[in-house]
């Protein structure tokens, strides 16, 4: 179990009031669940492949989250890689404001290699499938 501290110095701060504005407290609430994701995800780097299933987790679209995560500078996402981290959550657990690059590299070969343990997994089961019908 990981914890984060939400300060009121981020809480008020004038992304978040933009935020406040536009969403009240479904915002709050986003924001609060994305942290969660990311607490959990090594060095505090998620994935925007994971943003469908956070937003059917809360019962909120996809667009809802992506707005969230892109549009008020709480979030940061390196060009060029589907990953996506808040430079504030990263400093309240122990990590430096923006994670370097070998942490990047680590962070998107790691999908890369779970990405593909998953399609053999799904050839294996459609293989599977297939014989089955014959029979």
């Not at 505090?44 to 989250?65: E, T, Y």
């Not at 060009?79 to 370097?100: A, C, Q, V, W």
Request: aromatic share 10%; proline share 3%; net charge positive.
């Amino acid at each position: 179990m990981q914890f984060y501290m939400l300060s009121s110095n981020f809480l008020n701060c004038k992304e978040m009031q933009k935020l406040d504005l536009e969403h009240r407290l479904e915002g709050r609430g986003a924001i609060t669940f994305i942290f969660e994701y990311l607490v959990d995800c090594t060095n505090g780097l998620g994935s925007f492949i994971s943003v469908p299933s956070l937003a059917r987790s809360i019962g909120k679209n996809k667009k809802f989250l992506l707005d969230i995560i892109n549009n008020y500078g709480l979030f940061c996402s390196p060009k060029d890689t589907d990953i996506f981290y808040s430079p504030y959550l990263r400093t309240t657990i122990g990590l430096s404001e923006h994670p370097s690059e070998e942490e990047i590299n680590d962070c998107a070969n790691g999908w890369k290699t779970l990405k593909k343990e998953s399609h053999k997994t799904m050839k294996k089961t459609q293989n599977s499938l297939k014989k089955n019908q014959k029979s």
